[in-house]
């Protein structure tokens, strides 16, 4: 008999395919266990799996009494109570650097698209606006590539992919992060200074305490009127606030965000600028990002079910 | 007193700013030359400026007999005839290379706009459908960079850009051309081949007529239905039916063009369709590009007025 996993976030059911072929998902679709599950249910449960994003508290793993294994599809795991898992015994993993690919090509996409204006350059066609030689501002020449600055925020496994994908493009890259790595790319000592130099800040880092609001008006004041900020990573890190404030000053040239402080809403005051291109939080998501990360997971669960310790486990829990 | 310059094709003010510091340009709006200007004012021009694009033949030449010099603003010449010119003692200039960079860019960002369905992805968040959690079929995970094989179709200065920025995204490149170069990619003998072997064709040819429709039906059929195709050379390379119908029958997963067979129309049998990126022939569209192309227009110029050769002469004129 399968051994049983909750299903803890929305996850579309197409994701999970592979991984019920392993085990029998017992599926939340994303409401609190104990709404969806009995009591004698959720005391059967030794291991699920969730979102890093989702939050994920004691409260919510004391209605699981026997669970020992929590399996994050993703890089991600700061919706993770780490503490509180640690106090339960139980083991935290997830799926480093299988989207790594996936997320810095979109990085470099959302770079791409807003400071060439593709979307407004797609409308321009589609509308008949250029058939018509309706003049648009939209349109003006905008600086390219060659020589641009390009800054990254973090240096890991996707920092990496990013900076090796753009310094294709001829231009100059700089990256700011706790600690220099042995990468060929030019260490600034702050973010300020990162913000500084960049005229495009592409947000790398892991979210945390400390980057929680990281980028603040002041970062995106230093970026400046040509500037560009794009994040891949998690909303937390921009103050979401101060963006929509930077955007309709003109404080800053644009932007490019898959990820939002308050998912799956990007609010109505974010949507309505059309120097910004918005994603739907699709960073990993290719198909064979996806594959690479149920191979993470799939490996994990049997791992801990097998009574070993998960492949693929959090640092430091 | 200036040299007069005639302007033929349409171009924005802004982009002749800097040249009508140089000259004093006769601007025709696009229009022939004969239904603005007298022929009078005609007899006295020496020098034009086109776009490579706008056709040129000999009867336009004829209205200004003292012509002897055309600059062409950017690096295609295809409109003009140069036999009809040769024949006349007219010595033609363009700005070779001037552009590649931005064109490259432009390339790769349809080609990861297209791939990874950015604008139904902008449409799906600014929409509201991403908060409400509805369903979409244009969302579900696309195969990602790497291991994506990649056919560059031409390698001149622009089919070299765009293949050294693809390899940074973990591809594998390749590419025809009636000559091998010594490029670190893969040469396969013939576009068929080429499009036989990749998923992703970025054309990057000149103009011609041996490249008049090369991208037909039998090519797009040889792409597969995972398979894209990119434009930013000039529209005349496909067969636009062919790939209207491609597209319709999904013989082909998608398009990102920046040229078009009847600029600036984009048939509204193209503008339907959500997997399809346009954008209004902005290849060379940057601000260096832009200052890089009429520093190649001034050149060319000052030496003709100088009684010297073009320093920017189009081979074999």
Not at 55 to 80: E, F, H, K, N
């Amino acid at each position: 008999m399968p051994n049983k996993v909750l299903i803890y976030s929305r996850f579309p059911k197409a994701m999970m395919m592979r991984i019920g072929g392993q085990f029998e998902l017992m599926d939340g679709g994303g409401k609190p266990p104990g709404e969806v599950f009995t009591a004698e249910q959720l005391s059967g449960i030794r291991a699920m799996i969730t979102a890093g994003g989702t939050p994920l508290g004691g409260a919510v793993m004391d209605t699981m009494p026997s669970l020992r294994a929590i399996a994050c599809y993703g890089t991600g795991y700061d919706g993770v109570d780490l503490t509180a898992a640690a106090q339960r015994g139980i083991m935290v993993g997830h799926s480093p650097a299988a989207n790594a690919a996936a997320v810095a090509d979109l990085a470099v996409t959302l770079m791409l698209a807003a400071t060439r204006r593709l979307l407004p350059a797609d409308n321009y066609v589609r509308s008949g606006d250029w058939a018509s030689a309706k003049p648009s501002p939209l349109m003006r020449p905008q600086p390219g590539n060659p020589g641009r600055r390009v800054g990254v925020y973090g240096m890991g496994e996707i920092g990496r992919k990013i900076a090796s994908r753009v310094a294709a493009f001829e231009t100059e890259v700089a990256y700011f992060s706790r600690s220099r790595h042995a990468v060929p790319y030019l260490y600034v000592p702050s973010l300020e200074a990162l913000a500084e130099w960049c005229s495009v800040l592409m947000i790398a880092v892991r979210a945390g305490a400390d980057t929680h609001h990281a980028v603040d008006a002041n970062i995106l004041r230093k970026l400046g009127s040509d500037g560009y900020v794009v994040n891949i990573s998690r909303g937390s890190v921009i103050d979401q606030d101060a963006l929509v404030a930077a955007l309709a000053d003109g404080a800053i040239a644009g932007a490019g965000l898959d990820v939002y402080e308050n998912e799956p809403h990007a609010p109505d005051r974010l949507t309505g600028f059309a120097n910004v291109v918005m994603t739907p939080h699709v960073g990993g998501h290719t198909l064979e990002s996806h594959a690479a990360m149920q191979n993470c997971v799939i490996a994990n669960l049997e791992a801990f079910f097998a009574g070993k310790p998960m492949p693929h486990l959090v640092r430091g829990v």
